[in-house]
């Protein structure tokens, strides 16, 4: 037996099998984001795919696809100028955004995403704003609201370089475990897989 054979065949086996249909859906979500708040018909400016997608190490069966979308710092003053959870504010009016190009879609918001519910699997678009240092600041609606910090560029940038630095067996070996973890039920996050 032919254990690379082997492997390669896993790897094939736990592919994405719906990539059409999640890229599709994050472009026609891009363009009416766009469309809402820079007025202008674009599918992919100011959006990022994050997570497990985003770091190419998501595997068939995936659960939700994770979407970091940019605004300008005059959105940013505009919603932290709320008397109260401006963030809520925030997360209602790209909520009804969406809803222009998915009216018959559950869609909430939930904290600090919004939440489009597909029949297979869920997009998650998260409002950032771009920092000084890289990083993004995003709503937190809990408690009041408040604004929170992430970097999942610098996650995805600092991946794909060791994963370059390993002929691509990093990111084949985090694909292996997940799939591990969803055939034995083993509570471990996608983010620890990877790290």
């Known amino acids: 037996m032919d254990i690379l054979k082997t492997f390669d065949e896993f790897l094939v086996n736990i592919e ?15 363009k009416r984001l766009n469309k809402s708040f820079y007025n202008i018909d674009s599918d992919t400016d100011y959006s990022f795919k994050v997570g497990s997608y985003g770091r190419k190490t998501a595997i068939n069966g995936v659960s939700d696809l994770d979407m970091l ?6 959105i940013y003053k505009k919603y ?5 959870n401006g963030q809520s ?6 909520k009804n955004s969406i809803l222009e190009t998915y009216s018959t879609t559950d869609i909430r918001g939930d904290g600090q995403v919004v939440v489009i519910s597909f029949s297979n699997y869920i997009v998650e678009v998260c409002p950032a704003f771009l920092q000084l240092d890289g990083g993004y600041k995003y709503p937190d ?14 996650e995805i940038d600092e991946l794909n370089k060791f994963d370059k630095d390993t002929n691509g067996n990093l990111s084949n070996l985090a694909k292996m475990t997940r799939a591990w973890k969803n055939k034995c039920g083993v509570k471990i996050g996608g983010l620890l897989i990877d790290t």
């Open 16 to 30: 994405i099998r719906n990539n059409e249909d999640i890229s599709g859906k994050y472009n026609s979500i891009t």
């Open 80 to 84: 932290n100028g709320y008397e109260s």
């Open 69 to 74: 979308y940019v605004l300008t710092d005059d």
């Open 141 to 154: 609606s809990n408690n009041g609201g408040s604004w929170k910090k992430t970097n999942p560029i610098a």
């Open 89 to 94: 504010a925030l997360l209602q009016d790209l």
